[in-house]
Structures are given as structure tokens and as C-alpha cells.
């Protein structure tokens, strides 16, 4: 592993801690060369997805793009990082093993970000689905809102058939 400081691939593990669901490994390290502390984290990765976009173009699924949208779109909400991280991480896992093939739609991955979030928070749902739904009128807005069913503010457990979303 190259210091991020020094640039030196002489480092040594000091420590090795499991995350919550034992997918993630953070590895405490030590420069041998200039002493410098650093963290590196280790992911179980299934396969390499790529993202077909909807005109067509391929891209690497890139789970830190993922990771940003979902947290703009829970900016100034109730929802801790460590949220949006098993979040990702959920969304991550279902595409590596839902299809067998190796190319996963922008729309697919849309779908599951929105899924996911209105059972999170249904103003960051509202909020992701305005981007990526490209919403350009109020009547957009008025029209995704009314879907949302009602919930009690302590249980925001909501469900909407897919067919109604979008």
C-alpha cells in the first residue's frame, strides 16, 4: 500500500478492525518510511459492474458517485452518514447478485437508490427522484407527493407499487 504522504509502498498494518456487517475491513497503517498514520479500507467486491446509461453509453459502476447523490439528496435530514453507508452498501450488493450479468441499467440503479430512500426518508426521495427524473414543472412535484402515502413521523415506512413512480 503506497503513504499517502511520502508516496513509499513500505507500510505495515498496525491495526485491522471488521465494520458492523463484517463487509468492510478498515486497516490502521504505519509508514515504514516517513512514520505517517493512515487508514485504508478493504470492501468484498463479487464482481466489476458496468453502468449502461440511458444514451447508451457504458461506465464503470463508481459506488463513491452512488455514495454522493444519496448524500445530497439527505443534506440537512435526519440521516447519519453511517446511513447512507449501509444504504450504498445494500444497493451495491443486491446488483452484484440480482443478475448474473455484469452490465446493470442507470435506470435500475435509480430505481433501487428511490426504493431505498423513500423507506429512508421520503423528502430525500423526493428530493433524488427531482434529479434524476430530470423534474421541469411544479405539477412534477405535486404529482410524485401525492404518491407518498401519509406515514406517522416516527415510522416513515412507506411502499409504492413501481408502476406508480415513475
Known sequence: MR???C???????????????DS???RRRVCNQCGAKFTTVERIQMRDLIVRKNNGKLEPFDREKLRRSIK???RN???GDEQIERLVASIQRRLETDSMDDT????????MVSDSLLNLDPIAFVRFVSVYRRFSKISDFKKIIDQIPEAD?????????????F
Open 77 to 79: 435530514r435526519d440521516v
Open 24 to 26: 468492510v475491513i478498515k
Open 7 to 21: 508516496n513509499s509502498t513500505d507500510s505495515r498494518v498496525a491495526d485491522s478492525r471488521p465494520d458492523t456487517e
Open 153 to 165: 413521523d416516527d415510522a416513515i415506512v412507506c411502499k409504492l407499487p413501481k408502476s406508480s413512480l
Open 104 to 111: 446493470v441499467t442507470s435506470a435500475a440503479v435509480g430505481q
Open 72 to 74: 445530497v439528496a439527505c
Open 3 to 5: 503513504c499517502p504522504y
